[in-house]
């Protein structure tokens, strides 16, 4: 340790000038070559130095003649000083490169659900701000999301809790229980509340079972003991709204995919058990994310609100 200089030496009394002079100078052992390193005048140089060694009450230098050399204190000080200056520089290009603006291509799949008004919102906001950046957006499965992630085709992915992805992490934003959609001329059109079990031999329209949201309704079919008519699979919301509305048959979905479509049609609320689907944001953990896509990210969790869709906030959600 430096005689009259501790660890608690508050470098900031400094100033950094006086750190990158002190530097030039141990580097060149020179006044005339430092100075013009750092460009400035030699008895400038030769000021700046004696108002560091004054600061700190040591000798940096021994000056024997037109011969510089460090002392004892100056080779102890040099690598505290080589630090700090490597730490403000680190910290001043993070600064610099955080205000300049945000380019690149954000790949993004995402589910029916959150692509019908949510996630174009969230894009319109973002490509306000963030000119320069490309959005890719893929509708996809649940699924295919994961698999996508996985092959790094995908930066972020927008959807439900994924089945046992032990490399995908995934952000709770909210609940949504799922619901029955039927027609306004359906005999259940006038219930406020339906029983899973009630749906035994009821005709429904629902997704494949490559769906994980058809393999959770099976679940909950299985636990009521019901057995429901599959009379046909479709892999859109929107076409399985359209049988709804021509035949006499219900779905069961999420009230989020119907909320933008002007169809006469009743939603009602299920129960025990209620199928409830958590959606949220999907990260490869091993995948480097860019900073249009940590911001994109930080719009979303912005843009969830509590209540929307009539959604509650997920546990562990990250809501502002």
Not at 128 to 142: Q, Y
Not at 249 to 260: K, L, Y
Not at 263 to 270: A, C, E, H, M
Request: glycine letters at 6%.
């Amino acid at each position: 340790m430096i005689d009259g200089i501790d660890s608690n030496l508050n470098i900031l009394v400094m100033e950094l000038r006086h750190l990158r002079y002190f530097i030039a100078l141990a580097g060149s052992l020179n006044f005339t070559r430092a100075a013009e390193r750092v460009h400035v005048t030699q008895s400038t140089l030769s000021h700046q130095i004696r108002q560091l060694e004054e600061e700190i009450g040591q000798r940096l230098f021994d000056r024997n003649g037109k011969r510089v050399v460090l002392t004892e204190a100056g080779e102890s000080f040099l690598a505290y000083a080589n630090r700090a200056l490597e730490v403000i520089d680190e910290g001043l290009g993070e600064l610099k490169q955080a205000v300049a603006p945000i380019t690149g291509t954000v790949h993004i799949g995402t589910t029916s659900t959150f692509n019908q008004s949510f996630l174009p919102d969230c894009v319109a906001l973002f490509l306000r701000e963030n000119t320069t950046v490309k959005i890719v957006i893929d509708e996809l499965s649940a699924d295919a999301i994961t698999d996508g992630l996985m092959a790094e085709e995908l930066d972020i992915g927008i959807g439900y809790r994924p089945e046992l992805q032990e490399t995908i992490r995934f952000e709770p934003l909210f609940n949504e229980e799922l619901a029955l959609v039927v027609a306004n001329k359906h005999i259940l059109a006038t219930r406020k509340r339906l029983r899973i079990a009630e749906l035994h031999r009821e005709s429904l329209v629902l997704l494949p079972k490559k769906f994980s949201t058809r393999r959770l309704l099976d679940e909950c079919f299985n636990a009521a003991g019901a057995q429901p008519n599959i009379i046909a699979e479709m892999n859109t919301i929107p076409a399985m709204l359209g049988l709804v509305v021509r035949e006499h048959v219900g779905t069961i979905v999420a009230p989020s995919a119907i909320a933008h479509h002007s169809i006469p049609v009743q939603v009602i609320p299920l129960e025990g058990p209620t199928p409830i689907r958590t959606h949220g944001l999907m990260f490869k953990d091993a995948h480097e994310q860019t900073r249009a896509s940590m911001a994109f990210s930080a719009l979303i969790r912005n843009h969830t609100k509590p209540g929307m869709y009539g959604a509650r906030p997920a546990q562990g959600a990250v809501v502002f």
